[in-house]
């Protein structure tokens, strides 16, 4: 088959489209909340309030900061480990993040802030959308290097769109409480991602097998992003709990846990090497799925984890531990379900993991099938994990050298009593002149 990677026509209306469709729905549908409108200072005495500090936005907007940051720079960074697939990774994660941002601020707004004529957006809105972006970035990290950016943007699309549907089925009809995402982010992200890879499965990848390996520099860019990550991940789990104990306690229990993570990171990392060196782990599956970026370990498999330890602890709480109003509060449970109990809250926590599981490997389906259509300007097998099939790259000329092929030593001729010096290029189009 032959691939037209070339997206003069196609990237430029497909953002466009969405940009002005975008525009159009913000301006229909989309409000400030109380916190953010202009008669705040009505609702500010109206509710006898005496500082305008008591506006959620100083609440909020310290943990919005940590998330955005982790959304744009953690994940861009994180996924540089392809040693020709830089520019790619942080221009596509950048790219499907502010698409996904704007459509998330729709989607969530219709199932959980909307008025009956408006959606009303707020800092708490930034933040779920970050969250729901944070699942299609999780994605991204499964189809890295073979998808073109317009596949990208199509997938989250609907990624989106399904990721506001379980999040609404999760959290206001089974009541599912999700502080850090195990499921609505991590495991609908990574599942819906690995089913996604499968069905885009390309058995003559091994053509492009040098292109996916690490180079000192690359691991070095994703190490950045990974320390991102595990520094705002507390901001993460703690951003839109509730004010106080609830807060406090996802920040330390996510503190304590990261640190304890690199210590036992470290020691497998070493006990798994014959020679006890420290290496930057790269998952291959063998299953037909092609996870470029190994979210199933990543993200798929604590996920399940975190879903399974939430049910059980959920199971588990009594009011020795929470108290009467603080299990009550932790939980919901009110005048409207007095039949609601530990127990019952912990069914329907495993219940909502089946949910996000099954959300996940429909939708991925319908959207790899979708993917696979040959007219979306994705790579031939061979060009796969290569930044110059989309990136226009600035050529150095130097003397002595002509065009020649990548990766090739380059001589430069130095007068006879120096010494030449002799060097590596990875740049396609240079290669030692003749002599």
């Given at each position: 088959?032959?691939?037209?990677?070339?997206?003069?026509w196609?990237l430029?209306?497909?953002?466009?489209l969405?940009?002005?469709?975008?525009?159009?729905?913000?301006?229909?549908f989309?409000?400030?909340?109380?916190?953010?409108?202009?008669?705040?200072?009505?609702e500010?005495?109206?509710?006898?309030?005496s500082s305008?500090?008591?506006?959620?936005?100083?609440?909020?907007?310290?943990s919005?900061?940590?998330v955005?940051?982790?959304?744009?720079?953690?994940?861009g960074?994180?996924?540089?480990?392809?040693?020709?697939?830089?520019?790619?990774a942080?221009?596509?994660?950048f790219?499907?993040?502010?698409?996904?941002?704007q459509?998330?601020?729709?989607?969530q707004?219709w199932?959980h802030?909307f008025?009956?004529?408006?959606?009303l957006?707020?800092?708490?809105n930034?933040?779920?959308a970050?969250?729901?972006?944070?699942?299609?970035?999780?994605a991204?990290?499964?189809?890295?290097?073979k998808?073109s950016?317009?596949?990208?943007l199509i997938?989250?699309?609907f990624?989106?769109?399904?990721?506001s549907?379980?999040e609404f089925?999760?959290?206001?009809?089974?009541e599912?409480?999700?502080a850090?995402?195990?499921?609505?982010?991590?495991?609908?992200g990574?599942?819906f991602?690995?089913t996604v890879t499968?069905?885009?499965?390309?058995?003559?990848?091994?053509?492009?097998?040098d292109?996916p390996?690490?180079?000192?520099?690359?691991?070095?860019?994703?190490m950045?992003?990974?320390?991102?990550?595990?520094?705002?991940?507390?901001?993460?789990n703690?951003?839109?709990?509730?004010?106080?104990?609830?807060?406090h306690?996802?920040?330390?229990?996510?503190?304590?846990?990261?640190?304890?993570?690199v210590?036992?990171?470290?020691?497998?990392s070493?006990?798994?090497h014959?020679?006890?060196?420290?290496?930057?782990?790269f998952?291959?599956?063998r299953l037909r799925?092609q996870?470029?970026?190994?979210i199933?370990?990543?993200h798929?498999?604590p996920?399940?984890?975190?879903?399974?330890?939430g049910?059980?602890t959920a199971?588990?709480?009594n009011?020795e531990?929470?108290g009467?109003?603080?299990?009550?509060?932790?939980?919901g449970f009110?005048s409207?379900?007095?039949?609601?109990?530990a127990?019952?809250?912990?069914k329907?926590?495993a219940a909502?993991?089946f949910?996000s599981?099954?959300?996940?490997l429909v939708?991925?389906?319908i959207?790899g099938?979708i993917?696979k259509l040959?007219f979306?300007?994705?790579?031939?097998?061979?060009?796969?994990f290569?930044?110059?099939?989309y990136?226009?790259?600035?050529?150095?000329h130097?003397?002595g050298?002509e065009?020649g092929?990548r990766s090739c030593?380059?001589s430069?001729q130095?007068p006879?009593?120096?010494?030449?010096?002799?060097f590596?290029?990875?740049?396609p189009?240079?290669?030692p002149?003749?002599p």
């Open positions: 088959m032959a691939w037209n990677t070339n997206l003069r196609r430029p209306v497909i953002c466009l969405l940009q002005v469709a975008l525009v159009v729905l913000f301006g229909v989309v409000r400030y909340d109380l916190d953010a409108d202009a008669h705040w200072i009505e500010r005495m109206s509710r006898n309030i305008d500090l008591d506006n959620e936005f100083y609440y909020r907007y310290p919005f900061q940590d955005h940051v982790m959304i744009f720079v953690g994940f960074f994180l996924m540089t480990f392809l040693q020709r697939y830089g520019y790619s942080v221009g596509f994660n790219l499907l993040a502010a698409f996904g941002i459509w998330a601020l729709l989607m707004g199932f802030s008025d009956g004529r408006y959606i957006l707020g800092v708490e930034l933040i779920n970050d969250f729901c972006v944070g699942s299609v970035c999780v991204f990290g499964a189809v890295l290097g998808v950016p317009v596949q990208l997938m989250t699309l990624q989106v769109t399904l990721f549907v379980n089925i999760l959290l206001s009809l089974l599912v409480k999700d850090g995402g195990s499921m609505t982010i991590h495991t609908f990574a599942y991602g690995l499968w069905i885009l499965y390309r058995p003559n990848l091994y053509q492009s097998k292109r390996s690490s180079v000192y520099h690359s691991d070095l860019f994703a950045i992003g990974t320390l991102f990550l595990w520094m705002y991940w507390p901001s993460f703690s951003a839109v709990s509730n004010h106080g104990d609830a807060q306690r996802a920040v330390i229990n996510t503190y304590c846990s990261l640190a304890a993570c210590l036992t990171a470290v020691a497998l070493s006990v798994l014959k020679k006890g060196k420290l290496d930057m782990p998952l291959e599956s799925i996870d470029t970026c190994g199933h370990n990543l798929g498999m996920g399940i984890i975190g879903g399974i330890v049910a059980v199971a588990s709480a009011t531990l929470y009467q109003e603080g299990l009550a509060f932790a939980f009110g409207s379900t007095l039949s609601w109990n127990s019952t809250q912990g329907f926590q909502g993991l949910v599981l099954a959300m996940a939708g991925g389906i959207v099938v993917l040959p979306w300007g994705q790579a031939a097998d061979e060009n796969c290569e930044d110059a099939i990136w226009e790259f600035h050529q150095v130097l003397p050298l065009q092929p030593l380059l430069l130095m006879k009593d120096q010494k030449s010096i002799v590596h290029s990875e740049d189009t240079l290669k002149s003749e």
